[in-house]
Each structure stands twice: as C-alpha cells, then as structure tokens.
C-alpha cells in the first residue's frame, strides 16, 4: 500500500478541527475492527477517526509505505510498472484508492466575486479564526457542505 502523506491522511490533512464523522459510532467497521467504545450512538472527532485508521493499520498489518507518492503508472507486458516517491515498483495488478473527494472542485463564479470577498476550501479551512469578521457564505452542500 503506498500513501502519498502518512496513515489516514484525509482525516489528518484535509478536514478541519470541528469536524465530527457524520455516520455513528456504531457504523464505524472494519474488517476485525469495531468501534466498542462507550458511546455507539456518538459521532468520532477526527483524532478519534485517526486512531481509528491508526488501530486498523496495525490490526490489519497491512503493509503500507507512508510518504510514497506515486505519480506515473504503465502497463507492461505482464503487469505494471508503478514509479513512486519510494522507488520504481512492478506488479502484477494496481488498485487505485486514491480517494473521490481529495481536489477541490470551485465553481468558476468565483472569479467573478470581488477581492474583498476571501474565499477557501474545505482543504484549506481548519478553524474560525482563520476567516476575517462578518458573514460566511457556504456554496455545496454534501459532506464538505453541512
Ligand atoms: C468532509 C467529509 C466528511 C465525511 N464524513 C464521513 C462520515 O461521517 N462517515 C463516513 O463513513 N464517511 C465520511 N466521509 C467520506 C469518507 O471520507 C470517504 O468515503 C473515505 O475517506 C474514502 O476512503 P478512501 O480510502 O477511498 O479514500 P481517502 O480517505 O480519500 O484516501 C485516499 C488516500 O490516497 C492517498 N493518495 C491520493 N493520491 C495519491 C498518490 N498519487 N500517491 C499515493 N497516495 C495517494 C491520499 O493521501 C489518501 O490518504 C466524509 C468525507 C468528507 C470529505
């Protein structure tokens, strides 16, 4: 398993501080690892969805390289030929998990807004204080949105 950043690194780097999981406690499963916590019907901060993935990581004993960003897959005769930031590797099949929501998609609009209007992402929000005084438009709904 390569990982550009380091185990659940969505949940580390790409959410902001407030956030809670928006599925329960008790819908938290991986394979041989449940959630048993004291609180099945509360919703995981993002320290607790990291330890979650952390504790997977090792329960799993998947074999996974952090800091290996891969940034070029080719189709040889009998497989792939997979160059990342930890070296060149060649395999037989290549799962692709990168993620469906890891690039922000911003509406053209945007550059049409004046520049006294600051705007972000989600990607790169964390907390309220990074946003100056007055009102806060949110444009989206889904996951990032509410
Ligand atoms: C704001 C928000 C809230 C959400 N809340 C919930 C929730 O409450 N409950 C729920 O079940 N789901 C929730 N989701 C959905 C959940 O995040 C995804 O379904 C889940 O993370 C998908 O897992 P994944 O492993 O497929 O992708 P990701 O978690 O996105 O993992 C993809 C990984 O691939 C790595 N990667 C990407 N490109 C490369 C590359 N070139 N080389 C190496 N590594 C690379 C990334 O660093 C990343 O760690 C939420 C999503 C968002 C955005």
Not at 28 to 52: H, K, N, Q, W
Not at 67 to 80: F, I, L, Q
């Amino acid at each position: 398993m390569l990982e550009r950043g380091e185990v659940a690194n969505s949940w580390r780097r790409e959410r902001w501080d407030s956030l809670r999981l928006l599925t329960p406690n008790w819908q938290s499963r991986l394979p041989g690892l449940r959630y048993e916590g004291p609180d099945p019907d509360g919703y995981m901060t993002m320290g607790e969805v990291t330890e979650f993935i952390e504790r997977f990581a090792k329960v799993s004993e998947a074999p996974v390289r952090t800091g290996a960003n891969v940034t070029s897959v080719r189709r040889t005769g009998d497989g792939y030929h997979v160059t990342a930031a930890c070296g060149e590797i060649r395999c037989r099949a290549v799962v692709i998990a990168s993620g469906a929501c890891n690039q922000p998609s911003v509406p053209q609009f945007k550059d049409g807004l004046p520049e006294s209007v600051e705007q972000l992402t989600p990607f790169g929000y964390r907390d309220p204080a990074q946003l100056p005084d007055g009102g806060v438009l949110v444009v989206g709904a889904s996951a990032t949105g509410v």
